[in-house]
C-alpha cells in the first residue's frame, strides 16, 4: 500500500501543483481571478481522481479483488495527504518568494467586483478590512499552510470516499465461464 500511496500522491501532487505553477510562468507572474479558481479546482479534482485508480489496483493486483470501505477510504485519505502536502509546499514557496503582491492584488479584485455589483461603502470597507486582517495573519507561513491545507484537503478527502464507495467490494468477483 505504501508504494501506491507514494506514488499515486507524488503524481496527483505534481498534477495539482502544474496549473499554477504553469499558468504563473506562462503569464508572467500575473494571475487571473476571474477563471483562476475553476481551474485551480479543476486540476485538484483532476489530480486526484487518480486515488480511483490506486484504489482499484490495490483492489484488484494486491488484494485479491477484495477491499473494504475503510482500507480504500484510507489509501485515498493518504493519498490526499501527499499531494495536499505537495500543493502546499509549492504554494508557500510560490507565495513567499514569487508574488509579493499577491494580497493587494487580490484585495484590490475583490473589492473591484464588489464596486460592480453595487456594493454599499460600508459593505466595501468592511470587506477591505476583513482582508487586510487575513493578509496579516496570512504572513505566519503556519497559518498560510492551513489556509492552503484547507482549499485541497476536502476535495481529496470528497474524492476518496467517492472512491471508496464505489470501489468497496467484500467478495471476490466470480470468475466468468466460458462455454
Not at 487586510?132 to 496570512?138: F, G, L, R, T
Amino acid at each position: 500500500m505504501k508504494k501506491i500511496v507514494i506514488v499515486c500522491g507524488l503524481i496527483a501532487g505534481f498534477i495539482t501543483t502544474a496549473w499554477t505553477v504553469g499558468a504563473l510562468v506562462v503569464s508572467g507572474g500575473h494571475v487571473n481571478f476571474e477563471n483562476g479558481m475553476f481551474y485551480g479546482y479543476a486540476s485538484m479534482i483532476l489530480g486526484l481522481s487518480i486515488i480511483f485508480v490506486a484504489v482499484k489496483n490495490y483492489r484488484d493486483n494486491r488484494n485479491g479483488g477484495i477491499i473494504g470501505f475503510g482500507k480504500a477510504f484510507q489509501i485515498g485519505f493518504f493519498i490526499t495527504l501527499v499531494a495536499s502536502t505537495i500543493y502546499v509546499l509549492t504554494w508557500l514557496i510560490t507565495y513567499f518568494n514569487f508574488m509579493q503582491d499577491f494580497d493587494e492584488k487580490y484585495t484590490e479584485y475583490i473589492i473591484t467586483s464588489m464596486q460592480k455589483a453595487g456594493a454599499t461603502q460600508m459593505a466595501i470597507e468592511t470587506k477591505r478590512n476583513e482582508l487586510n486582517a487575513m493578509w496579516v495573519s496570512y504572513q505566519n507561513p503556519l497559518i498560510c499552510a492551513l489556509f492552503t491545507y484547507m482549499e485541497i484537503l476536502p476535495v481529496g478527502l470528497a474524492i476518496s470516499l467517492l472512491a471508496a464507495l464505489f470501489l468497496k467490494r467484500k467478495t471476490k468477483p466470480q470468475e466468468s465461464l466460458t462455454v
